[in-house]
Nanobody, 119 residues
Framework: QVQLVESGGGLVQAGESLRLSCAAS????????MGWYRQVPGKQRELVAT???????NYADSVKGRFTISRDNAKKTVYLQMNSLKPEDTAVYYC?????????????WGQGTQVTVSS
C-alpha cells in the first residue's frame, strides 16, 4: 500500500506561484495514477489535476493554463506547479494515488497541505 506525504503549501499573494510536492513510499509508484484534489470547508473535494503512469494529464477547467502536474518516478514524487494563483485557489490540497489509470479503484490520500492566496 502506497503512503503519501504532501509539502509546499503556504500563504502567497494573488499572482504568485507555489509548487506542491507529494512524496510516495511503499507500493510501485510508477504504476499508480496520481492526482491533486482540493477542498474548502463546506464543499466537496474537487479534482485539480491527474497524471497517468504514462504521463497523460488532465486538468480542471478552472486551473488549465495556470497549473502543471508532473511526476518523477525515480524520486517517487508528483508535483503541482501553480502559477498566477487566485484567491479562489485557496484550499487544502490533497495528493491521491490510484492503482487504476481510470481512477476506478480505491483512492489513497495524503494528509493535505494548506494553500492560502490573499488578494
Amino acid at each position: 500500500q502506497v503512503q503519501l506525504v504532501e509539502s509546499g503549501g503556504g500563504l502567497v499573494q494573488a499572482g504568485e506561484s507555489l509548487r506542491l510536492s507529494c512524496a510516495a513510499s511503499g507500493g510501485i509508484f510508477s504504476l499508480y495514477a496520481m492526482g491533486w484534489y482540493r477542498q474548502v470547508p463546506g464543499k466537496q473535494r474537487e479534482l485539480v489535476a491527474t497524471i497517468t503512469s504514462g504521463g497523460s494529464t488532465n486538468y480542471a477547467d478552472s486551473v488549465k493554463g495556470r497549473f502543471t502536474i508532473s511526476r518523477d518516478n525515480a524520486k517517487k514524487t508528483v508535483y503541482l506547479q501553480m502559477n498566477s494563483l487566485k484567491p479562489e485557489d485557496t484550499a487544502v490540497y490533497y495528493c491521491a494515488a490510484n492503482g487504476r489509470q481510470d481512477w476506478s479503484g480505491l483512492n489513497v490520500w495524503g494528509q493535505g497541505t494548506q494553500v492560502t492566496v490573499s488578494s
